[in-house]
């Protein structure tokens, strides 16, 4: 294992794949896009401080998420490169913490390195890394608060403890309050299991208060500058997402409990045949109990919430892949057919799906040269487990990061070819780019799209006629600017400023739907008509 596969050498191959097309294809809508977008306005206005989407303040989230965005396009320009550039970060500094936070509490380095390979397999990392939110991020502060409390823990190192409440306050002003959850299940049990080593001093109160001082920094400015701010977040943006259908995210109770073994697939299966074989380790007071409590409890929690996206369990899955590869390596060889089962049965449907879809009718366009690469991942696979001197346990973990590497490149490759398909507009901005029509005004009828104001750099003009998605939050708006870029067809003064835009050449795009009958006159003031996938083009 040290002469072929060291964890460095798995962070280096993590890394190739993770970025070596993660630009290659537009910001889709509807997350990917927004988050993108408020990064690029942030970026392009100098404010770091009021997040804005489409010229209206967005206060949905704390700011960090679109300030490291930012940071992409001031490294890299503005692009889809740029604005997924940290999460590709994120995601291998969580593989570190993982294989680091592994080590800190089963002492085992071969078990270490199999959690963290174990991590990178599951299809809810590998869907975070394409997915510009702020839960890559959340989980990389999830993850690195338990990492330094656990440090502190074992060896009473004051500055661990300073670490922890610095990551705490970071996880906050990524997503709220959300950041207490996993850590603080975890840690309630796993204190159970570790004596601390230091007594409370004033260290405690200076780390909470630093933590205070960081978290209430941004919350501070605002609500001082809005008293209604402060009510707004931890009131609709906070509890009601919680209780209430606030943004019309609701799905079934069920939802969480019958998609998280989906996106932990297939580590999921092996998982639940471990924890029923090794039942006995799971004791009120031990570290495999606060674990497994550390992802139930959560789980149960996201369910009973309203608001509900299949990202907000990443924070789960660090703990998971360590519990998992722990109880892994304790199994007797004799019962590891099964394991093998669930691995090698993923590895085929993958690698069948890719080697099948160039071949047959489908409305996705599959490159062929993605059937010769998964016929060479099949070969590997087959390598490892009939030729390889591999220890048995570490070949289904092999086989699974095998595997991992060609779903995240094939995935990647399917989806640039794919992009009006995937909800990608990118191909309708260069088509504007291409004829030179970006410096007009660009309209877009009844339907928020942040994907089109990033591919084209610029503010754009949403025509509202009811849809819900344009029923924006203004309440934060200083002054009447961002009527500008958002008109009410319904309004007849509005309506009106509508006709003083089109006098001068402009793009009016339309998505799915055509105008209206009574708004026939607006298509006629077009002369140039091209369609591309669900859109429509006026020019």
């Not at 995601?91 to 936070?101: K, N, R």
């Not at 640039?416 to 507009?425: D, R, T, W």
């Amino acid at each position: 294992m040290k002469s072929k596969l060291t964890f460095n050498l798995f962070l280096v191959i993590a890394a190739f794949s993770l970025f070596i097309n993660v630009g290659s294809y537009g910001v889709i809508e509807s997350s990917d896009a927004r988050y993108a977008e408020i990064g690029r306005a942030m970026h392009v206005s100098g404010d770091y401080l009021h997040p804005n989407l489409l010229d209206v303040h967005h206060y949905h989230k704390p700011p960090f998420t679109y300030q490291i965005t930012a940071l992409g396009y001031k490294i890299f320009g503005i692009n889809a490169f740029g604005a997924r550039f940290f999460l590709q970060l994120a995601v291998l500094l969580q593989l570190i913490l993982v294989y680091h936070l592994s080590i800190s509490l089963f002492n085992n380095k071969k078990t270490a390195l199999w959690s963290a390979i174990i991590y990178f397999s599951f299809p809810l990392v590998l869907m975070s890394s394409r997915n510009l939110t702020t839960d890559a991020f959340l989980a990389t502060f999830a993850l690195l608060s338990i990492y330094t409390w656990v440090q502190y823990r074992k060896s009473g190192i004051i500055k661990w403890l300073y670490a922890f409440t610095i990551s705490l306050a970071l996880g906050f002003l990524t997503k709220g309050p959300v950041i207490f959850i996993v850590p603080v299940i975890f840690i309630l049990f796993y204190n159970r299991t570790e004596e601390s080593k230091r007594k409370f001093s004033f260290h405690h109160i200076a780390a909470w208060t630093l933590f205070l001082g960081i978290t209430a920094s941004w919350f501070v400015y605002l609500g001082y500058s809005n008293p209604a701010f402060l009510d707004y977040f931890l009131g609709k943006q906070t509890a009601d997402r919680f209780s209430k259908n606030a943004f019309g995210r609701t799905e079934p109770f069920w939802y969480f409990l019958a998609f998280a073994p989906l996106v932990g697939l297939p580590w999921f299966l092996a998982f639940v045949y471990l924890v029923k074989d090794q039942k006995e380790l799971f004791k009120r007071k031990s570290l495999h109990f606060a674990m497994l409590m550390a992802f139930v409890i959560p789980l149960i929690f996201f369910s009973i919430s309203s608001s509900k996206r299949i990202l907000y369990i990443l924070p789960l899955y660090g703990l998971l892949s360590i519990l998992i590869s722990d109880l892994f390596s304790r199994i007797n060889t004799e019962k590891i057919k099964l394991i093998n089962g669930f691995i090698l049965g993923f590895a085929g449907l993958i690698i069948a799906t890719f080697l099948i879809a160039p071949f047959i009718n489908t409305e996705m366009n599959f490159p062929y040269y993605l059937a010769v690469f998964s016929f060479v991942t099949a070969i590997l696979v087959f390598i490892v487990y009939k030729k390889s001197a591999e220890e048995v346990k570490f070949k289904p973990v092999l086989t699974s990061f095998i595997v991992t590497v060609f779903l995240l490149i094939g995935a990647s490759t399917v989806l640039a070819k794919n992009e009006l398909k995937v909800n990608s507009s990118k191909p309708v901005t260069d088509f504007i780019i291409s004829k030179n029509l970006d410096s007009r005004d660009v309209l877009i009828y009844n339907i928020r799209k942040s994907s089109i104001a990033f591919g084209l750099n610029k503010s754009i003009i949403s025509l509202y006629d009811g849809h819900e998605s344009l029923n924006r939050e203004t309440q934060f708006e200083t002054d009447t600017n961002w009527k500008n870029h958002l008109i009410n067809l319904k309004d007849t003064t509005e309506l009106e400023s509508l006709h003083d835009i089109i006098e001068k050449p402009t793009v009016l795009l339309l998505y799915k739907k055509q105008l209206p009958e009574r708004l026939d006159w607006l298509v006629k003031k077009y002369t140039n008509k091209g369609t591309m996938g669900k859109w429509t083009i006026l020019y």
